[in-house]
């Protein structure tokens, strides 16, 4: 992790490719956190421990675990469109976050310090979970026939 990296509890807010709006900004970067997540999605699923060096893996497990949510909603979509209506507005749902009831992996992930850290935490997972599943289904539907494809 670099150094200057911001911290939101003990996540990492990192940069990231996107046109959502909120905290995190990745203008020039070739590829971000929601590139890796998704490129090592089906190893790190298998993982029954996995060690936590830094924040950003944090943040790494995080857009992990959306993966499996979005991929779950993703399987009753028969077209693209009806995908991206789905991954909007499971994005925009009001979601917990770490130190409230409902966040799966409370014994991990530390509460915002403050009310500007906690607005500052939604926004980037919103923004997280905006971009990953825009990027999902660029991944799970076909081009040519906007079917669900393996």
């Known amino acids: 992790m670099v150094p200057e990296t911001r911290?939101?509890?003990n996540?990492?807010?990192l940069p990231l490719k996107t046109?959502?709006?909120g905290p995190a900004r990745g203008d020039g970067i070739e590829s971000d956190i929601i590139d890796e997540a998704?490129?090592?999605f089906k190893a790190n699923v298998f993982f029954k421990n996995y060690e936590i060096?830094?924040?950003a893996d944090r943040t790494l497990i995080y857009v992990t675990l959306y993966i499996s949510e979005c991929l779950k909603r993703l399987q009753k979509c028969s077209s693209r469109n009806q995908?991206?209506?789905e991954m909007y507005t499971l994005g925009i749902t009001n979601f917990p976050i770490p130190g409230e009831p409902g966040f799966p992996?409370?014994?991990m992930y530390v509460k915002p310090a403050n009310k500007q850290e906690d607005e500052t935490m939604r926004a980037?997972?919103?923004q997280i979970r905006q971009e990953t599943g825009l990027r999902l289904c660029d991944r799970v539907f076909d081009p040519q026939t906007d079917k669900p494809s393996k």
């Open 7 to 9: 911290l939101v509890g």
């Open 11 to 13: 996540m990492a807010l």
């Open 19 to 21: 046109q959502f709006k």
């Open 38 to 40: 998704i490129y090592y």
């Open 53 to 55: 060096k830094n924040e």
């Open 83 to 85: 995908g991206e209506k």
């Open 105 to 107: 992996l409370n014994a």
């Open 124 to 126: 980037y997972l919103q």
